[in-house]
């Protein structure tokens, strides 16, 4: 039997700062390991790529090592016919775990959720899926786990299932550390605030508790810190950011360097264990336990692996063909609306994003398109789960800004939500609707939303789907076949004028207008110099330009969006100014300022503005262009 600490993890959390480790998933994708393939099975297949990725985060600093069970029980492996092997590989994964742990690190136990989508499980099925959690338990702490940690949680009422089916595995002998992933808007997905749900965490019998997944380190930061106040130790697992797509891959792109500067903030502010989620590696795991370090002083560790990224391939197309259905005009962009007139004619466009609110009602967004039309602003953009977050359907949204308010809505088309057939029906059902300007991108992973377990589809990307609808605009269906008439969509395609890699960027926007893009949107920029390389680069596509402009809102604002998001780059003398004028009024104000100078530097050589105002707050949109554009 190999070595073990001394001490329970639960009470050495109850005393100083413990690093947990990295991503098990994006090691595994690294080295070779398809999400095709079950990675919990790998504990198995492939025992010494498990070994070799523990031991890169114990090198690294990490106390706890969490075992390659997140999908480990019976329902999440019934989908590659593994449903039998439970206790097999939740056993090996243990084995794996302690023999690298030894007396220099404990051994957590990962569950994550059933992998189902629980509000659809009915009451009798939901004693089986205790039951599953149970069992998984049970092989766990037979293989000598110190910790069961549940992961990733969405659902507060799965996680209950899980805790009582954890305590029944161990009879109540092993500590629960519940761990759980709040939205963009701070909530789990019954609604619950981070405050509540701490409390609800410790009425279930919760040893420790946590936030992991879904958010980078500022995000989690805030769910976490505001959970402090219920008696456990708080773990912070966050992601290395928001993923943007890097060589047809999903990168998260938050640095090691950042993930220091949150990880003093999370130890300073009480939270007693921080470690990594999707696409951090041993190089941050290696600067939390330097931020540990700070507080404990302990000796540094040994050097560890060299930088990941974890990614999802993608695919490319041809140029679509010039021909034309028989019988059928293609509408040219002049003749599509009120959009491709303005482009033509040179007139400076307005658009401003206003997104289905949650819940039932679109009463608030209709009120803010409403005061935002009546403030000169010429068209409303709707995304399309931004962020991959579960709202109604933009399609309803924009109808009735068209029909009510009586101004273009620009709407938002994911690939992610539908397969080919889905797209077709929902394209052309926007066409009968009168929505028929586009905006056509790739969209964000379920990963980043309420329901990370969802499926994605992604049948084409960006450039295919911009194909399929130029088709569609030429009397074509997606199979060629020719149809009695054709759509009149203007596409929209966005572009990342910050984008690290900048060739690789400038090739795809040559391939989204030769798929049939008719005018370019882009990510928020606050560099002059980088908006005048991209203008100067892009002029020969012959593409109108709107500019993506977003007010900050504070420092923190800028801090996250310039180490978070995808496409964002803030350069540091903007984040400085930011810094300087602190939050509330007097930061939005100066956000506002500085979108301003930005958009009276560009104003003659780009053809419009895509504003994007923080936080829902309209009249920051308004104060951008009053007496620039309007």
């Not at 995304?383 to 399609?395: E, F, P, S, V």
């Amino acid at each position: 039997m190999p070595e073990r600490p001394t001490r329970a993890l639960i009470e050495v959390l109850g005393e100083r700062p413990v690093v947990f480790d990295g991503a098990m998933g994006t090691a595994l994708y690294e080295r070779g390991v398809l999400f095709t393939n079950n990675f919990d099975q790998q504990s198995v297949t492939r025992p010494d790529t498990i070994r070799a990725i523990h031991r890169a985060h114990l090198e690294a600093g990490a106390e706890v090592l969490l075992t390659n069970t997140f999908g480990g029980n019976r329902y999440r492996l019934a989908s590659h016919q593994l449903e039998d092997q439970v206790e097999a590989i939740n056993a090996a994964a243990v084995a794996i775990a302690r023999g690298v742990a030894g007396s220099k690190a404990w051994v957590g136990g990962s569950i994550g959720p059933s992998g189902t989508i629980f509000k659809t499980v009915p009451e009798s099925e939901k004693a089986n899926l205790r039951a599953a959690f149970r069992d998984q338990a049970a092989a766990l702490a037979e293989a000598g786990v110190d910790m069961f940690v549940l992961e990733t949680f969405r659902q507060p009422e799965e996680l209950a299932l899980a805790i009582e089916g954890a305590r029944a595995g161990s009879r109540g002998a092993i500590p629960i550390l519940a761990s759980v992933s709040f939205d963009a808007f701070g909530t789990m997905a019954d609604g619950t605030g981070p405050e509540e749900m701490a409390k609800r965490l410790v009425d279930l019998g919760a040893d420790a508790i946590g936030v992991n997944c879904a958010d980078g380190p500022a995000g989690v930061y805030e769910m976490a810190t505001r959970m402090l106040e219920v008696g456990v130790p708080v773990v912070a697992q966050p992601n290395a950011g928001l993923p943007r797509r890097v060589e047809g891959r999903l990168a998260y792109m938050a640095t090691p360097e950042y993930f220091l500067v949150y990880a003093r903030r999370l130890f300073k502010s009480g939270v007693r264990g921080v470690g990594g989620c999707c696409g951090t590696t041993a190089e941050h795991i290696k600067q939390i336990g330097m931020a540990a370090r700070m507080l404990r002083g302990d000796d540094p560790p040994r050097d560890s692996s060299p930088p990941e990224v974890s990614g999802q391939a993608t695919r490319d197309y041809e140029p679509v063909a010039d021909h034309v259905a028989p019988g059928v005009t293609v509408t040219p962009l002049a003749d599509k609306g009120v959009i491709g007139a303005a482009l033509v004619a040179e007139r400076f466009l307005v658009s401003v994003e206003v997104n289905p609110p949650p819940g039932l009602t679109l009463d608030k967004a209709l009120e803010g398109a409403r005061q935002l039309r009546d403030g000169g602003v010429d068209v409303i953009n709707v995304a399309d789960g931004a962020r991959a977050t579960a709202r109604m359907g933009n399609l309803a949204l924009c109808h009735r800004i068209q029909e009510q308010l009586g101004m273009p809505a620009l709407m938002h088309v994911t690939t992610r939500d539908r397969n080919l057939l889905g797209l077709v029906a929902h394209l052309l059902a926007a066409h009968e609707l009168g929505v028929r300007d586009l905006v056509v991108i790739t969209g964000d992973p379920p990963k980043m939303g309420d329901f990370p377990d969802a499926t994605p589809v992604y049948d084409v990307d960006s450039i295919g789907l911009l194909r399929l609808i130029n088709g569609l605009n030429r009397g074509f269906d997606p199979g060629g076949k020719p149809l009695d008439a054709s759509t009149r969509f203007l596409c929209a395609t966005g572009a990342e004028p910050a984008a690290r890699d900048y060739d690789r960027e400038l090739r795809r926007l040559e391939q989204k207008r030769d798929a049939g893009a008719d005018v370019v949107m882009t990510q928020p920029v606050y560099d002059p110099a980088v908006l005048d390389r991209f203008l100067a680069d892009v002029k020969p596509l012959g593409l109108p330009v709107l500019v993506g402009l977003l007010p900050l809102a504070s420092y923190r604002n800028a801090e996250f969006l310039h180490n978070e998001v995808p496409g964002m780059s803030i350069p540091e003398d903007i984040r400085e100014r930011m810094r300087k004028a602190g939050s509330g009024a007097d930061g939005r104000a100066e956000g506002v300022r500085i979108a301003r100078e930005m958009l009276s530097a560009v104003k003659d050589r780009v053809d419009g503005a895509y504003i994007m105002p923080p936080f829902n707050r309209y009249e920051l949109a308004l104060k951008v262009i009053e007496g620039i554009v309007r």
